[in-house]
C-alpha cells in the first residue's frame, strides 16, 4: 500500500491502523469470528507498530511515511488509548467514534439500530455520538478527527437529523473547539464507496468548519490495496469549491 501510494506520486503517507480494544466484547465481528482473544489483538498491534516503523525508515528516501493508530471510544478505550501512545509514541493519532452505548453501530444495519433504541431514538443517537466524541477530544487531543459524521453511516434521513437544535449545537461546540485547538478535520472518501453522494463530513458541516477555519485533510480510509486513491480527485474538486487551501498539514502528535 505504501509503494501505491509512492507510485501515485503522493508527497507523503499516513498511516493508520485502529487500536485493540479495551475488552473481548469489543471485538469487531471478524475478530469474533476468528475467535481472536485480547492479547492476541494486543500482540498484533505492537508487530504492527514495529513493521510501520520498519517500513518507515525504509521508505524514507522515496516518501515521508507517519505512523499512527485510530481510537475507539468504548469502555475503557480512552484509557488505553493513552497507554498505547506512552508505549508506542506514534506521530499522529486518528480521534474517531465508532461505539455509541459500547455497541459497534457502524458494522450493520442491525447493530446501528440497537444503538439508537439503546440511545432511546435517533435524536438521543445523535447527541449522544457528539458527546461522546467531544469527551475523546478533550480526553486525548487528537492530531486528525476522523470521520466526523460517522453517526449517519445507516441513517437515510441523516440531513434532516444533523439539522436537529439539539444535535447542530453540539457539531458547532466539537467544530469550534477542534478549530482552538489546531485539530485537522479528516474528509473522509469511503462514504462514497457506502451509499452516500457526499464524503464523510457532510457539505453542510464542511461549510462551517471553513468558516471557523478548521484545516482539513483527505483520506481514503483504504483498508485493502484497492482503496487506495478512491474518489480522492472528486473530494478535492469538492474541497476547492467549498474554499479550502488544498495544502494538506501533516498531523503531529500533541502534548498540551
Not at 473547539?177 to 452516500?196: E, P, Q, R, V, W
Not at 482503496?227 to 502528535?253: C, K, N, Q, S, Y
Request: hydrophobic share 45%; charged share 20%; net charge negative.
Amino acid at each position: 500500500m505504501i509503494a501505491a501510494y509512492a507510485s501515485a506520486g503522493c508527497a507523503w503517507v499516513g498511516i493508520s491502523e485502529h487500536m485493540p480494544p479495551a475488552a473481548e466484547a469489543f471485538r469487531y465481528p471478524e475478530e469474533a469470528a476468528a475467535n481472536l482473544p485480547l492479547s492476541t489483538l494486543k500482540e498484533r498491534f505492537a508487530r504492527y507498530m514495529a513493521e510501520a516503523r520498519r517500513l518507515q525508515e525504509d521508505w524514507a528516501p522515496r516518501i515521508p511515511v507517519l505512523v499512527g493508530f485510530e481510537t475507539e471510544t468504548h469502555s475503557g478505550a480512552l484509557t488505553l488509548a493513552q497507554d498505547l501512545i506512552d508505549t508506542h509514541q506514534p506521530d499522529y493519532i486518528v480521534g474517531s467514534v465508532h461505539h455509541v452505548a459500547d455497541i459497534g453501530f457502524d458494522t450493520d444495519p442491525t447493530n446501528y439500530q440497537a444503538a439508537v433504541t439503546a440511545c432511546g431514538g435517533i435524536e438521543a443517537f445523535y447527541c449522544r455520538y457528539f458527546d461522546d466524541q467531544w469527551e475523546m477530544f478533550q480526553a486525548l487531543n487528537p492530531a486528525v478527527i476522523g470521520h466526523f459524521d460517522l453517526a449517519r453511516r445507516f441513517d437515510p434521513d441523516y440531513t434532516r437529523h444533523l439539522a436537529l437544535p439539539t444535535v447542530m449545537d453540539r457539531i458547532e461546540r466539537n467544530l469550534a473547539g477542534m478549530a482552538a485547538a489546531g485539530a485537522i478535520l479528516d474528509i473522509n472518501t469511503a462514504a462514497l464507496d457506502k451509499g452516500f453522494s457526499e464524503p464523510y463530513p457532510t457539505a453542510a458541516i464542511l461549510s462551517r468548519a471553513a468558516a471557523l477555519g478548521l484545516r482539513v485533510l483527505p483520506g481514503d480510509d483504504s483498508h485493502c490495496l484497492a482503496h487506495v486513491g478512491r474518489h480522492m480527485a472528486a473530494t478535492l474538486d469538492r474541497l476547492a469549491t467549498l474554499g479550502f487551501a488544498l495544502e494538506w498539514p501533516i498531523p503531529r502528535i500533541k502534548t498540551a
